[in-house]
């Protein structure tokens, strides 16, 4: 049973409100120059996680650390540190004619739970902003990057205590499934559950939680060429939303091309070749393809292709007769993420804006900057599609609440 183990964080939770900014801005500081000084001592964990997992399972590039990962966390967390406090600010302040005082003011979330599967990388980033918010982190990772994930928190606790810090703050709590459904029930001594990873994940999640649950991660991206798109812009933005790294969020996943350009199709996905994509295409854009793609990556496309993140080197091709079309497609298969359009008109762009309903909607971009960071937010927790409290890239300001503080002098109310 874990409940002293909940007891223990909400009551260290308690107390992070007392910690000034300084205090915070320097533990993370700390932090990045101890993840540094420990790479080797980080990268022997982890070779014992990525020993354990296939190189071909689409999961090894987001269990894998090396060293300059590393630095770059390092990077982040120093980054984080010279953001502003997203705490005690204002955001609305009035006095009432019976001369009541007013003031609404941001406030920690308080005890934060992550459920996140093979991603180590996630274990600082969401300490960094979990301190930086005020709030307290259980941290349940998967049995995946067990020796990563106790190696880091390690290393996190070190530095708090240095810091005369309850380290309680930051818990990691068994990989079993066990503590998972203990935390999916700890009403009362946590606040918010915020899964990271597969829609599989996510939606086990939010059918069993009986804490409030914020759901991010999960991203069936949509590109759709414009008869007005143009080739060349198209081609990269393809290439690059696809391949970058393709077991992330916002990596594309299926393409819709109107069908007066569907000769175009082969300059689109001429990149694509080079990176070995594996291209599931409808009737339509498959006879177009078949003498310019590679076959042994060319099949066509069968329902369960449309609606799948691929988290790998694949993706699907859907042509479409209008923008219509496309924006029916994207309703019925979006996981409201990031959808993108490459037009060079733009009342259609507009069009594409007003209609589709995601958390980041792009124009002649690549759907690869839906991120925390890239959105000069510094780290994110995850990327929320829902649209109760926050939407997109979480960062500082999306892990607060808020408050309202009552002043008065004596005053009663009369009824």
């Not at 979006?334 to 209609?355: L, R």
Request: charged share 20%.
């Amino acid at each position: 049973m874990l409940e002293n183990t909940f007891r223990a964080i909400q009551s260290a939770s308690r107390k992070l409100s007392m910690i000034s900014e300084d205090q915070v801005n320097g533990i993370l500081l700390t932090l990045a120059n101890k993840a540094e000084q420990n790479i080797s001592a980080i990268l022997e964990e982890n070779k014992k996680d990525l020993d354990r997992m296939p190189e071909s399972d689409p999961r090894h590039d987001r269990l894998k650390l090396s060293e300059q990962r590393i630095k770059d966390i390092a990077k982040d967390l120093r980054q984080v540190a010279t953001l502003p406090s997203p705490l005690a600010l204002t955001l609305e302040k009035r006095t009432l004619p019976n001369g009541l005082h007013l003031e609404k003011v941001t406030v920690p979330l308080g005890v934060i739970g992550i459920i996140y599967e093979a991603r180590p990388n996630v274990t600082f980033d969401v300490f960094a902003l979990c301190i930086k918010s005020g709030n307290a982190c259980l941290l349940k990772g998967g049995s995946d990057a067990e020796y990563s994930n106790i190696k880091i928190v390690t290393l996190i606790r070190e530095v708090l205590e240095q810091h005369n810090i309850n380290p309680d703050v930051v818990t990691l709590l068994p990989s079993d499934r066990t503590a998972t459904h203990e935390l999916l029930n700890a009403v009362g001594f946590v606040d918010v559950i915020i899964p990271r990873g597969s829609q599989s994940l996510i939606n086990y999640v939010r059918n069993n939680s009986k804490v409030p649950v914020i759901e991010t991660g999960a991203g069936i991206v949509h590109l759709y060429f414009d008869e007005t798109g143009d080739v060349q812009k198209g081609a990269n933005i393809v290439f690059n939303s696809k391949t970058r790294r393709v077991s992330v969020c916002n990596a594309l996943d299926c393409l819709l091309i109107h069908d007066a350009r569907l000769n175009d199709l082969p300059a689109l996905t001429q990149q694509l070749a080079s990176k070995n994509v594996f291209i599931y295409a409808d009737e339509r854009s498959y006879a177009i393809l078949v003498n310019h793609y590679p076959s042994q990556f060319l099949s066509k496309a069968t329902e369960e292709h449309f609606g799948t993140e691929f988290l790998d080197f694949k993706m699907s091709i859907k042509t479409v007769s209008a923008i219509d079309e496309a924006l029916d497609h994207i309703a019925s298969h979006s996981s409201k993420h990031s959808e993108g359009i490459i037009a060079e008109n733009e009342n259609t762009v507009i069009m594409f804006f007003q209609q589709v309903d995601a958390a980041a909607v792009y124009a002649n971009a690549s759907t690869a900057f839906t991120d925390g960071a890239q959105f000069g937010l510094g780290a994110e927790i995850g990327i929320s599609t829902q649209k109760l409290h926050a939407r997109g890239p979480m960062a500082l300001r999306e892990m607060t609440s808020y408050k309202w503080l009552i002043r008065g002098e004596g005053t009663v109310r009369i009824p």
